[in-house]
């Protein structure tokens, strides 16, 4: 009966081959959006809370550094741990994990900024809040993309799978779009802080009442999810590279985690020749975007003048994010899939994209400029990432792909564990030495591309065999 058709799939109730119903899909979505938005919500007020206390913008690029660490490590085991204890769970505690650092976090700002507690205890205490996210928060995506994976049948789940990886991308959006609404008059410069937890909150509520305990009929693993700082969706999902027959064999064990295919493959090696000069280019160029997002909120408060009256700088530094996100979007959403662009030409594009746009950004004075520049640099970094994802993808074979998935996202969250520090540091120090670091990190990759990657063609080609 495996290859009987199916022609009333369609009309098949939840609970036989038609997947995840539409309520559910759109739950496990806003759990992954309100994620995204709270942290880029966040992103937008932190320079001009800084400023209003006083801190140097370095450290409060650092104060994210301990978060984002965390999540590298951490992702890896919450995902491995969702196949074993459900996904539910998983995604219920990065929820909880999320608002609760939120909450804290709006709370040690908010004393902070009353003049409560000095400026140092202040950040010390909201790096450790933080935390919380990059340790309990990253419980939640690999969940909620290995739940889709693993309920969803093989002609359906490309696109129940994009459909919740752009949820990243479209809360990069809404967050910088809310943050300046969300700025109460009693909460100030932390209201949405204290918003998106309660957002969060009703996020969970919802998930526990509306979402049934899982019981996997496909398997599928958690991967480990970039870190939503940068806001790409350019990780690959949960792995749906099952043996063809996959579909109709009994439902795994809960704890079963390696397709038999899987653990046949040998150890793929971060030297491997085959995915280092991909690996090496993600580094470089995750760098370059890092930098960029981590100058562009001081950037914005200095060029405009805003130093001096932190509580206006929210509004257009949300503008510069938002701008940025929607051209991310654009080249994930449209240029690629319209053009068919493939992994080295993405790769290359987007870095040429990414000089200019940081050329114009590093010069412009006014927020139409800044914003123009941003988005343009915004563009080829959404270019550029899932070029370099998707080379990696197709240097290897099929058995080696949860494997190299990892090592991408790895390198995707190691780009934000002090990148935007450093970035802050030079910029600090220059305008220009920040932005030629910027620069230098591009070319780099250019010259790497253009060298020693594998062209599409070939690419492909390997793919086929």
């Not at 769970?89 to 608002?99: D, E, P, R, Y």
């Not at 609404?181 to 909460?187: E, K, M, Y």
């Not at 009703?202 to 599928?220: K, Y």
């Not at 940081?358 to 412009?364: K, N, Q």
Request: with cysteine; proline share 6%.
């Amino acid at each position: 009966m495996a290859d009987a058709p199916e022609p009333v799939t369609r009309s098949i109730p939840e609970g036989a081959h038609s997947g995840i119903s539409r309520e559910r899909l759109a739950l496990l979505f806003t759990v992954m959006l309100v994620t995204a938005a709270g942290n880029t919500a966040m992103q937008s007020v932190m320079p001009s809370i800084g400023t209003a206390m006083g801190v140097a913008d370095v450290w409060i690029s650092l104060a994210y550094s301990w978060s984002a660490l965390l999540w590298v490590l951490f992702a890896p085991f919450w995902a491995r741990r969702s196949d074993r204890r459900g996904r539910k769970s998983m995604m219920a505690l990065g929820l909880f994990g999320f608002a609760l650092s939120m909450c804290l976090c709006g709370i040690v700002l908010w004393i902070g900024l009353a003049g409560l507690i000095p400026a140092l205890a202040t950040l010390l205490l909201f790096a450790l809040c933080r935390s919380l996210f990059g340790l309990l928060g990253s419980a939640a995506p690999p969940a909620v993309q290995a739940y889709v994976a693993s309920r969803t049948p093989r002609e359906k789940r490309t696109e129940a799978l994009s459909l919740i990886s752009s949820s990243f991308g479209l809360g990069t959006v809404i967050g910088p779009a809310l943050a300046p609404l969300l700025i109460f008059p009693v909460a100030g410069l932390t209201g949405p802080f204290f918003a998106f937890a309660a957002i969060s909150i009703a996020a969970l509520i919802a998930l526990r009442l509306r979402l049934p305990n899982d019981e996997p009929r496909f398997e599928a693993r958690g991967l480990a999810f970039d870190a939503p700082y940068g806001g790409s969706g350019a990780g690959r999902h949960a792995s749906d590279e099952e043996d063809e027959d996959a579909d109709d064999a009994p439902p795994p064990r809960m704890g079963q985690q390696l397709t038999a295919e899987a653990s046949l493959a040998p150890d793929l090696k971060w030297t491997d020749p085959r995915i280092r000069p991909w690996l090496l280019s993600g580094l470089l160029g995750g760098h370059a975007q890092a930098m960029m997002l981590g100058i562009a909120g001081f950037l914005v408060l200095d060029r405009l003048g805003l130093r001096d009256d932190p509580t206006a700088g929210a509004g257009p530094v949300s503008i510069v994010l938002m701008m940025g996100a929607v051209a991310t979007l654009l080249a994930q959403w449209g240029l690629i899939p319209v053009m068919h662009l493939g992994p080295r030409i993405s790769t290359l594009s987007g870095m040429v994209l990414g000089v200019v746009g940081a050329v114009v950004f590093g010069t412009a004075t006014e927020l139409h400029g800044i914003a123009l520049g941003f988005a343009i640099a915004s563009l080829g970094f959404g270019l550029f990432r899932p070029g370099f994802t998707a080379g990696a993808s197709l240097s290897v074979s099929r058995p080696e792909q949860g494997q190299v998935s990892g090592k991408v996202a790895s390198i995707n969250g190691a780009s934000y564990v002090y990148a935007p520090a450093l970035g802050v540091w030079l910029y600090g120090h220059s305008d220009w030495l920040g932005f030629a670091a910027i620069i230098g990190f591009c070319i780099a990759v250019m010259v790497i591309g253009w060298t020693r990657l594998d062209s599409d063609t070939v690419l492909m080609a390997r793919a086929e065999d």
